[in-house]
């Protein structure tokens, strides 16, 4: 399978909470390392989904919200990482970032990296909403 997602990554199904509309799916990808997903129930079921099952995680880079300190949000999904590199362009700039055995990768304004003096080597937080979250079975 190939998509323009720049963060796939390979988990497994750890926690499902069922709603009556929505179902939200825990998925770790590194040990004690979650992404939280949430998704219709009817494409839960038609996707057959369940506890232990393996599937991969599809986060856009432009769906990334990069914040130094841990912030209190309604974002299911707040990871701790470092900044491995951060690839400039005219307006953007791609950060690349470890979370546990993964690498993640944020799309940002050039302006926000200024702002924010983001450095490589330097600790991070990726923020991300769960229904930003794409799940492949």
């Known amino acids: 399978m190939k998509t323009t997602a720049r963060n796939e990554l390979k988990g497994i199904v750890n926690e499902i909470i069922e709603g009556i509309v929505m179902v939200e799916a825990r998925i770790e990808v590194s040990p004690s390392i979650f992404i939280s997903a949430t998704i219709t129930k009817e494409g839960f079921k038609n996707m057959g989904i369940s506890l232990g099952d393996e599937v991969y995680v599809l986060i856009k880079a432009s769906s990334m919200i990069l914040s130094k300190r841990r912030m209190k949000a309604t974002a299911r999904n707040i990871l701790k990482g470092k900044i491995e590199k951060i690839i400039k362009g ?39 909403k769960a229904s930003s979250v794409i799940l492949v079975a």
């Not at 953007?92 to 702002?115: F, P, W, Y």
């Open 90 to 128: 005219a307006v953007n700039s791609e950060v690349k970032l470890s979370i546990g055995e993964n690498l993640l990768c944020a799309v940002v304004t050039n302006e926000a990296i200024e702002e924010l003096q983001l450095k490589e080597r330097e600790d991070i937080y990726a923020v991300f």
